[in-house]
């Protein structure tokens, strides 16, 4: 009743086949041959299977079966050159053939093991039971282990697949690994204690007991399973039993009569009987089979996880053709565009720089003009001022001496006073307490003396306003920019006392110029340096010419200038220092000296680190020297 179940919705759908196969082959040849896998000889295999050829003549008389034997080095490259129509063979070499050749599984069998009907089996990995000290498989490191054969299934792939689960490789975690060549091999191995645990297919064991070879309570399983269904002593998850397959060569209507005449073969058929079961039952699902494969890299997955040139040229080689071309045309496209995109970077980059330098020159005429009107104004308020100046100052030594001749008029008078009598006296010298004669003619000669020295400050800036303004274009002259800074150092010598004075002075031509002024403008860069050091630090003094100019820098490591007043560093009358130090129309002549002879000073400064003043002059005078001359 369950068999005509199975049948009925293969034959209502007309036995539904893989649509590669064709119908080329079977049907115009009355040989049909069936390959079978020879485990142990032509012979053994023949006496295993020709009983299924010959039920399967009985079946289907129009077709002559007949079973030929392949060991497991041919039977894969028979399937290639079309050496047969079927294959029965153990789930391995399924797989490479399932994988390699197309072939499609019709029918599993029902092999009989034990007493038991299984369509699955596995392996069972076991020591004598008084090993103690192997309770888990991780306990089998750097232990000696027999399986029954490289290529077995059930008696090695199933427990190595478990084994690398648990995190043991053979090859490196085994003290010896062999293969004893047989199940019963592998048992009697493990029972004379020539190995420490084995692997065999399920069913091995209980067999053996059965006909009193050995005794199971003499065993022990190592990581026992339980599987509905599957009463059989096992480690390992369970796989689907030998399949029979059709090849993509076989005729579809020839596979599905083969099909059908096995799965309605009876349970005590001869022809079951001798292939050890009790028939054969729909094709079972090899999908986790192909896992293990997988795992181990074994057969069609020898290369899983890694990529040869050939293979993936043979399997991908239009695809990687189109990439390529797309991803060279896209190239080209990228090249082309990040080259205008440099294009556009470079244009853009000179245009900012342009701006930059547009801001750079306006701010630097704005500043030019501020300073020339703050220059003319200076130059009037020095004139405006020097002359009264001249007259208070003059006033005041005047002063001076009349204040003298009083003072020595009042100590005459005091002198005279205390001469009087008491009556006389009393009176002139609570008049001198009630208007403080003494503290007057103490502080007298002091606030004279503090008038005079403001008044000599005043001159000194109103002298040096008329320096920032005077005109010594007539004395002008050829001069060694780097003798005149060496000039200026052997004078300042004391002031730089202390200093350590870094000189990189490159060899430079003639500048025409007004010496003095040069020699007053370095002097004033060299002395604001040394103050700003305060007799600590280092001196940097470097020279160049670049495109016909002369650059010469004079640097600092002192606190810098705070970047808020950089703007106005070079105002007349701006200073950084107290008040009293300084009268601020320094840099304020080195700028207009600078300007004069139409070049330029500037200032970069860090907070903390100091400050650096280049100096820049034209070398274009040659003609006006020479003119003057």
């Known amino acids: 009743m369950t068999r005509s179940l199975i049948l009925l919705p293969l034959l209502l759908a007309g036995f539904h086949c893989p649509p590669f196969l064709t119908t080329a082959g079977a049907a115009a040849h009355s040989d049909i041959r069936i390959a079978v896998l020879a485990l142990r000889g032509e012979e053994a295999a023949l006496q295993s299977w020709q009983a299924t050829a010959d039920y399967l003549n009985r079946k289907i008389p129009s077709q002559q079966f007949r079973i030929v034997p392949y060991d497991f080095t041919a039977i894969v490259p028979a399937a290639r050159q079309h050496a047969y129509h079927f294959v029965i063979t153990n789930p391995s070499i399924y797989i490479e053939l399932e994988e390699l050749c197309g072939a499609s599984r019709i029918a599993t069998l029902r092999r009989q093991v034990a007493g038991q009907s299984q369509t699955r089996f596995g392996g069972v990995i076991f020591c004598r039971s008084e090993r103690t000290d192997l309770q888990t498989l991780t306990n089998l490191k750097n232990r000696r282990f027999m399986a029954a054969g490289e290529n077995s299934l059930g008696g090695w792939r199933m427990a190595w697949y478990e084994l690398k689960a648990a995190g043991i490789e053979p090859a490196e975690h085994f003290a010896q690994l062999r293969f004893g060549g047989s199940h019963d091999a592998v048992v009697a191995a493990v029972a004379q204690g020539a190995v420490d645990a084995g692997t065999v297919r399920t069913g091995i064991l209980e067999d053996l007991a059965a006909t009193g070879v050995i005794r199971l309570t003499d065993f022990r399983i190592l990581q026992p399973r339980q599987h509905e269904g599957f009463d059989l002593l096992h480690s390992t998850d369970l796989y689907p039993e030998w399949p029979i397959a059709v090849l993509p060569q076989t005729d579809p209507s020839l ?47 020898r290369d899983y996880g890694s990529f040869t040139f050939a293979a993936v040229l043979r399997q991908y080689g239009w695809a990687l053709l189109g990439a390529t071309t797309a991803i060279v045309v896209l190239l080209l496209y990228t090249a082309f565009v990040l080259r205008l995109h440099g294009r556009l970077r470079r244009t853009h980059a000179e245009l900012a720089q342009a701006h930059q330098q547009l801001k750079a020159a306006q701010f630097q005429l704005l500043q030019q003009e501020k300073l020339a009107a703050i220059g003319q104004l200076a130059a009037g308020i020095a004139h405006e001022i020097n002359n009264p100046a001249g007259f208070v100052l003059s006033n005041l030594g005047t002063l001076a001496r009349y204040a003298e001749r009083i003072v020595s008029y009042l100590h005459h008078v005091d002198e005279r006073c205390r001469q009087l009598p008491e009556a006389l006296a009393q009176p002139c010298a609570a008049e001198r307490e009630k208007l403080k004669i003494a503290e007057l003619l103490a502080d007298l000669p002091e606030l004279i003396a503090e008038s005079r020295s403001g008044m000599e400050r ?93 650059h010469l820098c004079v640097s600092d490591t002192g606190p810098g200038i705070p970047s808020e007043l950089l703007g106005k560093i070079f105002e007349p009358f701006f200073t950084t220092r107290e008040v009293g130090q300084g009268t601020g129309l320094g840099l304020n002549l080195c700028y207009e000296i600078a300007r004069s002879h139409g070049g330029q000073i500037r200032v970069t400064s860090q907070p903390g680190q100091g400050s650096s003043f280049t100096l820049s002059l034209p070398l274009d005078q040659a003609s006006d020297v020479a003119a003057s001359s």
């Not at 700003?532 to 470097?542: E, N, S, T």
């Open 458 to 550: 005043i001159r000194r800036i109103v002298a040096d306003l008329r320096k920032s303004c005077a005109d010594d274009a007539s004395r002008r002259g050829l001069i060694d920019l780097n003798d005149c800074l060496r000039h200026c150092l052997a004078q300042l010598k004391d002031q730089l006392a202390g200093l350590e004075i870094e000189q990189e002075l490159a060899e430079l031509p003639a500048l025409a110029c007004a010496p003095q002024q040069i020699e007053q403008l370095l002097t004033h860069l060299l002395q604001n340096a040394a103050q700003a050091m305060a007799g600590r630090g280092r001196l940097g003094l470097r020279s160049w010419m670049e495109d016909g100019v002369l």
């Open 255 to 301: 596979a599905q009569q083969v099909t059908i005449a096995l799965l309605e073969m009876a349970d005590n058929d001869p022809a079951a009987q001798a292939a050890a079961s009790v028939g054969w039952t729909i094709p079972q699902d090899y999908t986790r089979l192909h896992e293990l494969f997988k795992a181990l890299r074994l057969g069609p997955y």
